[in-house]
Structures are given as structure tokens and as C-alpha cells.
């Protein structure tokens, strides 16, 4: 499953799965903004690629195995990244 092309705002968790949040290439990304938390990409494989994740809180909170690549990242006020629960800054 895939999912791309969307505009997701104003909640709590804007998209959460553990399979592909992006399509292909840059040609239809997810607008994700305005949320708690942007994107969480859940243990068991997610691939987040190809988005727009911009003025949340926590742009991507992503669990162990995750892979991010191809993202922007904007304006996101806690932080851009947090990797399995914790900030990067913290390893």
C-alpha cells in the first residue's frame, strides 16, 4: 500500500502506518501540516519518502526500522526528526 498525493492537517497524528507514506518520486507528495505530530512511521518496515511535513510539532516520529529519505522538512516547532521515541540530539 501506498499513500501519496494527499493534504492531511489539524490533528492529533496527520498519518501513521507501517507501509510507504509517498509515492515514487516528487511528482505527487503529501502536503502533511499543521498536526501534533506529522507523520509516524511505525516499527515493522515504513518507508517515508517524497513529503511535505511542515509546521507540526514533531514533523516525523519515527520507530525502529523506519526508513526516511526524500523528505522536506519546514517549520516543524519541537523538532524535525525523532527517532524511536527519542530526539537524535540525544544519541
Known sequence: MQFYGNEVFNNNIGVSSSATIGGEDWTS???IHDNATGVWAM???AVVRFNT???NQIGI???GGASIRNNLLLGNTQMGVRVAGRPMSAW
Open 43 to 45: 516499527a515493522g518496515g
Open 61 to 63: 516520529d519515527a520507530d
Open 29 to 31: 507528495p503529501n502536503r
Open 53 to 55: 511535513v511542515q509546521g
